[in-house]
C-alpha cells in the first residue's frame, strides 16, 4: 500500500515510474524521458536502465532544477493520469484521470523547468512515499526535510507526506528514540491539567491518539476531538479508539476546525514544533479556548547557549535518524525531528513569544536533561 495524500496516491501526486513499471505499452503521452544512471549489462542479464519517467507540481517558490527532469517540448511539466476524467482545478497538482493537463504558472513565458527540491545526489526526482509495493513500483521517501522546514507552505505538505509515511511504525519509533519514556511523558501531561467535570478537549496533531486516549481517561464526561493532518495517522487512531467519547477530524493546526472559545483544553504532543507558522499556530489555540481555558504543550526543548545547541542537533539527527534509517530505509524519516527543531524558538524567546500572543505560562517542566520540555499555558 502507498500512503495517500488528500484522497490521491503518492505515486499519482509525485510520480517517479522505474522503466521496468512503464513496462511496453511506455510513458503516458506526453511525457519524455528523463536520463538516469547507466546501468551495465553483462551477457544474459535482465537488469534494467534506471532512468525514470517522472512528474512533478511545481510553484513559483521552488528553486530552479539541478540534474534531469522530465519535460514537455514546451517546457512544462505534464501530468500524470488516464483518459478523459474532470478538468484540471488549476491548483498545480496532478489529479488521476487529468491527461496530460500542463502545471499552472504565474509566468506566461515557459522557462526553465522547476521542481520541489529531491534527492540532489542522485540527480533525479525524490519520490515522498514509503519503500512499499504497488503494481511493481518500488519507491522509498527521499524528501530533505532541511528544504522544506523553512517555507510554511513546504512545511505543511510535507508534514503531510513525512507523517503519512511515518504513521505504521511512528508508536515503536517514539517509544525506540524517548528511550521508552514517551508513555510516562504524556501521562505527566494529562496529570497537570486542571480538573473539570465535563471539560470540551482538542489534542492537536494527535497522531496515533495516544494523548486523546488519556484525555478521555482523566475526563470521562468531557468531549475529546483529535486533529491531524496526516490521514494513515487518523486512521490508525479511529483503529484504536475503544471511548465513545473520543473523535478524530482531519486539520490543520494553523486553522483549527473549531469555534472561537468553544474549547476547555488543547493538547498538543510534538505539535507545535511542526506547524507550519508557529505564532498562527498560537494564535489560532487562544481563538478556541474559551477564557480561563487551559494548553499543555509537551516536545522537544532548544537550550539558549548555541553550543548546546549544535550538540543537540547532533546528537537528535545522529539518534533519530538512526531510527528512521532501521524502520524506514532512510534516515530523512526522523531525522527530520532535528532540522525542524533548528528552526525552533529557544526557552527564553519561546517564553516571549507565549506572551505576546496572550498567555500566561502556569507550569514548565523539563525531562531527559533537558531535551523536552511540558509547558502549561492558560488563556486570561
Known amino acids: 500500500?502507498?500512503?495517500?495524500?488528500?484522497?490521491?496516491?503518492?505515486?499519482?501526486?509525485?510520480?517517479?515510474?522505474?522503466?521496468?513499471?512503464?513496462?511496453?505499452?511506455?510513458?503516458?503521452?506526453?511525457?519524455?524521458?528523463?536520463?538516469?544512471?547507466?546501468?551495465?549489462?553483462?551477457?544474459?542479464?535482465?537488469?534494467?536502465?534506471?532512468?525514470?519517467?517522472?512528474?512533478?507540481?511545481?510553484?513559483?517558490?521552488?528553486?530552479?532544477?539541478?540534474?534531469?527532469?522530465?519535460?514537455?517540448?514546451?517546457?512544462?511539466?505534464?501530468?500524470?493520469?488516464?483518459?478523459?476524467?474532470?478538468?484540471?482545478?488549476?491548483?498545480?497538482?496532478?489529479?488521476?484521470?487529468?491527461?496530460?493537463?500542463?502545471?499552472?504558472?504565474?509566468?506566461?513565458?515557459?522557462?526553465?523547468?522547476?521542481?520541489?527540491?529531491?534527492?540532489?545526489?542522485?540527480?533525479?526526482?525524490?519520490?515522498?512515499?514509503?519503500?512499499?509495493?504497488?503494481?511493481?513500483?518500488?519507491?522509498?521517501?527521499?524528501?530533505?526535510?532541511?528544504?522544506?522546514?523553512?517555507?510554511?507552505?513546504?512545511?505543511?505538505?510535507?508534514?503531510?507526506?513525512?507523517?503519512?509515511e511515518a504513521a505504521p511504525r511512528y508508536d515503536l519509533a517514539t517509544r525506540a528514540m524517548s528511550l521508552g519514556r514517551d508513555a510516562a511523558w504524556k501521562r505527566a501531561l494529562v496529570s497537570a491539567l486542571p480538573d473539570r467535570d465535563a471539560p470540551a478537549c482538542a489534542d492537536l496533531a494527535c497522531g496515533t491518539g495516544d494523548v486523546a486516549f488519556l484525555l478521555a481517561e482523566r475526563y470521562p464526561g468531557g468531549k475529546v476531538t483529535g486533529v491531524d493532518i496526516a490521514e494513515p495517522m487518523l486512521a490508525i487512531a479511529r483503529s484504536r479508539n475503544r471511548h465513545p467519547n473520543v473523535g478524530f477530524e482531519t486539520g490543520d493546526m494553523c486553522a483549527l476546525p473549531f469555534g472561537d472559545g468553544s474549547l476547555d483544553i488543547v493538547t498538543g504532543s510534538y505539535a507545535l514544533r511542526n506547524a507550519p507558522d508557529l505564532r498562527s499556530a498560537l494564535a489560532e489555540i487562544r481563538r478556541v479556548l474559551a477564557s480561563g481555558g487551559t494548553a499543555a504543550i509537551l516536545d522537544f526543548s532548544r537550550p539558549e547557549s548555541p553550543f548546546l545547541q549544535k550538540l543537540q542537533y547532533l546528537l537528535l539527527r545522529g539518534w533519530c535518524g538512526l531510527w528512521g534509517y532501521l524502520l524506514h530505509g532512510t534516515a530523512e524519516v526522523h531525522g527530520y525531528v532535528a532540522e525542524s527543531l533548528r528552526l525552533f524558538p529557544d526557552r527564553p524567546r519561546f517564553d516571549r513569544i507565549l506572551a505576546e500572543e496572550g498567555f500566561e505560562t502556569v507550569l514548565s517542566r523539563c525531562f531527559f536533561l533537558g531535551i523536552t520540555e511540558l509547558r502549561v499555558i492558560r488563556k486570561p
Open 1 to 164: 500500500m502507498v500512503a495517500a495524500v488528500r484522497g490521491y496516491p503518492v505515486v499519482e501526486l509525485f510520480g517517479k515510474l522505474r522503466e521496468d513499471a512503464v513496462g511496453e505499452a511506455g510513458p503516458p503521452t506526453g511525457w519524455r524521458r528523463s536520463p538516469g544512471r547507466s546501468s551495465r549489462r553483462s551477457p544474459g542479464s535482465e537488469r534494467r536502465s534506471r532512468a525514470t519517467w517522472s512528474c512533478w507540481p511545481t510553484t513559483a517558490a521552488c528553486p530552479p532544477a539541478r540534474g534531469p527532469v522530465a519535460v514537455r517540448g514546451d517546457g512544462v511539466r505534464p501530468v500524470q493520469g488516464g483518459g478523459a476524467g474532470p478538468p484540471d482545478p488549476g491548483d498545480g497538482f496532478p489529479r488521476p484521470g487529468v491527461r496530460g493537463a500542463p502545471v499552472r504558472r504565474e509566468s506566461p513565458r515557459p522557462g526553465p523547468a522547476v521542481r520541489f527540491p529531491g534527492n540532489r545526489r542522485r540527480g533525479h526526482v525524490a519520490v515522498p512515499a514509503g519503500e512499499e509495493e504497488e503494481g511493481g513500483v518500488r519507491v522509498r521517501f527521499a524528501l530533505k526535510a532541511r528544504e522544506h522546514v523553512g517555507i510554511p507552505e513546504r512545511k505543511r505538505l510535507f508534514n503531510e507526506l513525512h507523517f503519512a
